[in-house]
């Protein structure tokens, strides 16, 4: 088996001078968020949404700046923000759609909705429009089977969808 080496050791990271994780936010998190948890750690998938609904992503800067807010190591951060498809590391467009491609909407037709998407936006999945206006992603279970095929547009789930109803959906984005 050949081993895959990754640049992570050597991969530059965009820097600017301001601070994504704000003086204000870091006084929310302190008053809001740390007093649920046992352990700072605990309160970094929170914050983690907090930034991302801040800035649509989590720029890796901010991760280091999480780290040091939270007393642990920057590859706690990476770990866990990688870890879950919803938190995007790059920027994403005005919108995005993301496709469940798990095993029910698979079954529900989830590929006819991929597809048509695909073309309609002329882009494949993890890449965004150049007009920057969306983001396609092809997630796995979004916790809904029962009503498949699903996608989440923004922040909210869209169930027993077909392709008349997701045109519909889109059209009406702003
Ligand atoms: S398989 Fe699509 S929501 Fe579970």
Redesign the pocket.
């Known amino acids: 088996m050949g081993w895959i080496v990754k640049d992570s050791a050597t991969q530059k990271i965009d820097r600017r001078a301001e601070p994504y994780l704000t003086d204000a936010m870091k006084q929310r998190y302190t008053s809001d968020i740390l007093p649920r948890y046992e352990t700072k750690l605990g309160a970094l998938v929170p914050i983690l949404h907090d930034m991302q609904h801040e800035y649509n992503y989590i720029p890796y800067q901010a991760m280091i700046e999480i780290a040091q807010f939270l007393e642990i190591t920057p590859a706690d951060v990476l770990d866990t923000a990688s870890f879950y498809e919803e938190f995007h590391l790059e920027p994403v467009g005005k919108h995005v759609i993301a496709v ?1 491609q ?4 698979e079954v529900c037709g989830h590929r006819a909705i991929l597809d048509h998407l695909r073309e309609k936006l002329d882009i494949e999945p993890h890449e965004t429009t150049d007009d920057g206006k969306f983001t396609l992603l092809a997630l796995e ?5 029962d009503t ?1 095929p ?1 996608a989440l547009v923004d922040d909210t789930l869209h169930e027993n969808l077909t392709i008349e109803t997701l045109d519909e959906i889109i059209a009406k984005l702003p």
């Open positions: 469940c798990s095993i029910a909407c279970c979004l916790g809904s089977c498949a699903v």
